[in-house]
């Protein structure tokens, strides 16, 4: 009996002072394992005079269910508590970062990536094309022979013979047309060249062209579309209005005026009075233009236009001066930051 007492009393200060689970599970093998001390106790009743069996036989199972108890009770709080210590450990402490102020998306990407979208949910397939160009299909392809006049419209920087910084990304349009076969559902944004600078012409801006080649497309379709990127960007009530116009790579062609954002078509400074801005190229693709691509004219025909990215981000968040967008003044860009 004394034996199990100070077995208990050696129990109840070692694990007191127990600080570890790892000490802990030692402890649990040290009193309760195979050759542990009070499995050594329970193996000797059978040693012990039959009458004293019984007594001797409850107290040490009384101490082996306190002990079990006791074992998993410590060993719940010591895991918490370790736990509790590494979560405090562990902590990262943001505060001690310097924090950087928040960068904003150019009002041109921002109006980009806008169009893309809608374009990609139509089913369009979004490019990129090469800033330096051939002749060819910066004009050529688009039927623009080395004489037309329609090379006056867009002073050209050329860089050698037969080289050039694309003026338009039209160019993507045979470049793409080239190596697929309709139906073809295209749109290709980026920067192009013109010598040419004043509030409203910076010699490098942004276009986006769009080009749809199938069976049975109508202008009509080339209407849908614009009514659709319109309303999203400029709100659903835009209205979208063709004019005759010409290029040599569509046809027929038009300029696409958009009931002004500003006035809501009533007419206004923005809009000179006449409640129209005007936007963009389109028309229908020029058989010429699938035939130089090696596209059957008489099975297919489509569409295309092409817009400039500046001008719609002028239009839509009222800047007044094309220079802003290149002068990298932070007042100026940080506007269109969240
Ligand atoms: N590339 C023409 C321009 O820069 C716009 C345009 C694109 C017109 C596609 C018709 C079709 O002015």
Known sequence: MSTIAEIKATFEREISSCTSVAVIQDLKVKYLGKTGELTALLKGIRDLPPEE???????????????????SEKLTQLKR??????????????SLCEMKPWGALHPVTLVKNEICDLLIAMGFEVLNGPEIETDYYNFQALNIPYDHPARDMQDTFYLAD?????????????????NKKPPIKMVCPGKVFRSDSDASHSPVFHQIEGLVVDKKVTLRDLK????????????????????PSFF???EPSVEVDLTCSNCGGKGCS?????GWIEVLGAGMVNPKVLENCGIDSAKYNGYAFGMGL?????????????????????????????
Do not use: W
Not at 165 to 172: N, Y
Not at 270 to 274: E, N
Not at 328 to 335: A, E, I, S
């Open 270 to 274: 923005l809009c000179k009075g006449t």
């Open 248 to 250: 040599p790579f569509t």
């Open 53 to 71: 069996r019984p007594t001797f036989g409850a107290k040490v199972n009384e101490l082996r269910n306190v002990m079990e108890s006791t074992f």
């Open 162 to 178: 037969g080289i050039l910084l694309r003026t338009q990304t039209s160019s993507m349009q045979a470049r793409y047309m080239e």
């Open 81 to 94: 508590q370790e736990m509790e210590l590494s979560l405090k450990n562990e902590k990262i402490d943001i």
């Open 224 to 243: 849908g579309t614009l009514e659709y990127i319109a309303s999203h960007l400029f709100g659903k009530d835009t209205k979208v209005r063709f004019r």
């Open 310 to 338: 500046e001008r719609i981000a002028m239009i839509k968040y009222g800047i007044p001066d094309i220079r802003l967008f290149f002068e990298n003044d932070q007042r100026f860009l940080k506007q269109f930051g969240k």
